[in-house]
Structure formats: C-alpha cells, structure tokens
Antibody, heavy 119, light 106 residues
C-alpha cells in the first residue's frame, strides 16, 4: 500500500525556519518525482516545489523561491522541505505528493502537516 | 502565468449529473488532472490526462477537454460526492491549480 506521511509542522514566528519531512512506503521512492503542495486555511491548493528522482531537476513556485529548499534522500525514502524566512502567508497545510514525471498527475498524497506562522 | 478558472460552486440533485468546468487559454492542448477533496482530508486524484480514471474511481466520474474548457462530469451524483474539486495542469514547469469548485448534492 502506497503511504506518504508528513511531519515537522507546528508554530513558528515570522522570520523563523522549519523543516518538513515526508516519509514514504509501499513503492520504490527513487523511481518517482515528488512535489510539495500547500493549502492555506479555507483556500485552494497551491503547488510550491518539485524534485525529480535524482534531485537533478528542481522547480519552485515564485512565492517560495529563494526561501524554501526541496530535497530528498532516496536511501531513506524521505522527502524534505526546508522553509526559511517564514511569513504569515506561509501558514497552511503542507502536503507531499507523488508523481511519475513532470507533467504527470499527483497520484498519491500524504494527509498533510499544518504550519502556522504567527508572532 | 497561466490561469485556470472554475466556478465557486455547483449544485446537483441526488442522482442527477453534475458538470464542473475548468477554463484556461487553449487548455485543450494541455493534460488536465482533477482532484476531489473532502473536508479535513487530502486531495484524491479522480481523473488524469483529461479523461482517464485511476483504479478505484467509479465510472460515474468522467472528463473531457477541448478548446478553452475542460469539464469534469459526475453522473448519478451521490451524497458522498459532496466535496471540493480542483483541476490542474502543468505549465512552464509549474503545477497550476484552478481555484476549486464546491459541489453540493441536494
């Protein structure tokens, strides 16, 4: 059974940092690209980052470029999102999602982890 | 940037057919994916590449895409279909989501 589980969310002050993790199981992690998608309270879905299988290709949404870093550990079946310079508008549930390749659908999602940025 | 426009809400009577639109410039030339999200849950892929259903998704869910509009069709709508639905495309190496449509089954 394919499973993705995010962790690392919580409360952080503006300007602070947080590192999210996504542990996967039930499939060969190194065969799949991954994305992070977030959803602010009561709002729609916003894609924020993509990483290819080998980490050789990475893309970010403009809203997080220069502040967030996506990475992966294929030997540990884990995906990460390092979030720096956090702002109030970064408050959201953060989901990791699996995809085969760029332009493919996000076919499995984790349950999400909530990040709250507040003084 | 590329914009996808969805109606905020769609209502359908129990057992009838619901259609949710997703408008975008020349969207017919893109692969459109659709996700269902119920309150407090993660999104679930219900249609990919315009019209394909992942395993486990009922045949009542179908999709089409042409010109400037993609459409998700839900036949014989059930109470359990009440959810938010999002269309999504990849454009210039970025995933773009529509704003989402709240489906209400009356």
């Amino acid at each position: 059974e394919v499973q993705l589980v995010e962790s690392g969310g919580g409360f952080v002050q503006p300007g602070g940092s947080l590192r999210l993790s996504c542990a996967v199981s039930g499939f060969i992690f190194s065969d799949y690209s991954m994305s992070w998608v977030r959803q602010a309270p009561g709002k729609g879905l916003e894609w924020i980052a993509y990483i290819i299988t080998s980490s050789g290709t990475i893309y970010y949404a403009d809203s997080v470029k220069g502040r967030f870093i996506i990475s992966r550990d294929n030997s540990g079946d884990s995906l990460y999102l390092q979030m720096n310079g956090l702002r109030g508008d970064d408050t959201a549930v953060y989901y990791c999602a699996r995809m085969e390749n760029l332009h493919d659908p996000l076919d499995y999602w984790g349950p999400g982890t909530l990040v709250t940025v507040s003084p | 940037s590329y914009d996808l426009t969805q109606p905020l809400s769609v209502s359908v009577a129990l057992g009838q057919t619901a259609k949710i639109s997703c408008g975008g410039k020349n969207i017919g030339g893109e692969n459109v994916h659709w996700y269902q999200q119920k309150p407090g849950q993660a999104p679930v892929l219900v249609i990919y590449r315009d019209a394909y259903r992942p395993s486990g998704i009922p045949e009542r869910f179908s999709g089409s895409n042409s010109g400037n509009m993609a459409t998700l069709t839900i036949s014989s709508a059930q109470a359990g279909d009440e959810a938010d639905y999002y269309c999504q495309v990849w454009h210039s190496s970025s995933a773009v989501f529509g704003g989402g449509t709240r489906l209400t089954v009356l």
